[in-house]
């Protein structure tokens, strides 16, 4: 299986490299790129014009050409202009409890942790419902302040019931390199239940560019077959 990463950030929104250097270096380590950056009311690319921008930069390097958004965030492009990506990631960055948002990567803890890990079900399984994403991005990440708890939080049965629903709607799960999640626990779940995985780095500087150790290992320690590695269609 040829090295894909789907998952790169650049300076369209919040990383450091440019689309020309993840093209010359991916073809130089043979990794087939795929630049996903964010477009969200959070980041640079919330006007039409930075997403066209953005849009001609990757088509020129011929990459795979995708976009981040946070769900349960509103997206600041319309469906006609998402149409032209290749695919659509959809990561959970926040969750909105008690009238605010908490964003996973503020140390501002919610009062309440088991009614923001139900907020969080709750908004990722209404997106998987509706939503318009190819890839849940980073799945089963927690917030610093809930990471210890990562084996009491996502049991079996709250991944059973997250992982149905995604293959419900046909969006395949990130493994990502950057976060180390899913853990193999929920992972093996996954895997059982037959759904698709996306390979990613979640890469925003240039020394994080091809970091797939981990999912690599992972689809070679469970065996995850090739038909079942998520491959988007690049359009025209």
């Known amino acids: 299986m040829g090295k894909t990463d789907l998952h790169i950030h650049t300076r369209h929104s919040d990383g450091l490299n440019t689309v020309a250097d993840v093209a010359r270096r991916g073809r130089r380590a043979g990794v087939t790129c795929g630049i996903c950056d964010h477009v969200s009311p959070y980041h640079l690319m919330y006007e039409v014009e930075a997403f066209d921008a953005y849009v001609a930069d990757v088509r020129s390097h ?5 976009a981040e958004y946070c769900i349960g965030a509103e997206i600041p492009v319309d469906a006609e202009r998402l149409g032209r990506l290749d695919y659509l990631l959809g990561g959970v960055h926040s969750v909105h409890l008690d009238d605010r948002n908490y964003f996973f990567w503020s140390e501002d803890a919610p009062p309440d942790a ?5 907020a969080y079900t709750a908004t990722l399984l209404a997106e998987l419902a509706n939503g318009p994403l190819h890839v ?3 799945p089963t990440y927690l917030p610093s302040y809930l990471q210890d708890r990562y084996d009491e939080i ?4 709250r991944c059973e019931e997250v992982f149905a629903a995604a293959a419900r709607a046909g969006v395949a799960l990130e493994i990502s390199g950057r976060w180390l999640v899913p853990r193999e626990g929920p992972l093996r779940v996954a895997a059982a239940m037959g759904l698709t995985f996306s390979l990613g780095s979640d890469a925003h500087r240039p020394d994080e560019l091809f970091n797939l150790e981990y999912p690599l290992a992972m689809v070679e320690k469970l065996r995850i077959p090739e038909e079942r590695i ?3 269609r690049r359009k025209a």
């Open 62 to 66: 011929e990459l795979l050409l995708g």
């Open 230 to 232: 998520f491959w988007p």
């Open 154 to 157: 996502w049991t079996p049965a």
């Open 136 to 138: 849940v991005a980073h």
């Open 114 to 118: 088991a009614s923001f890990v139900e």
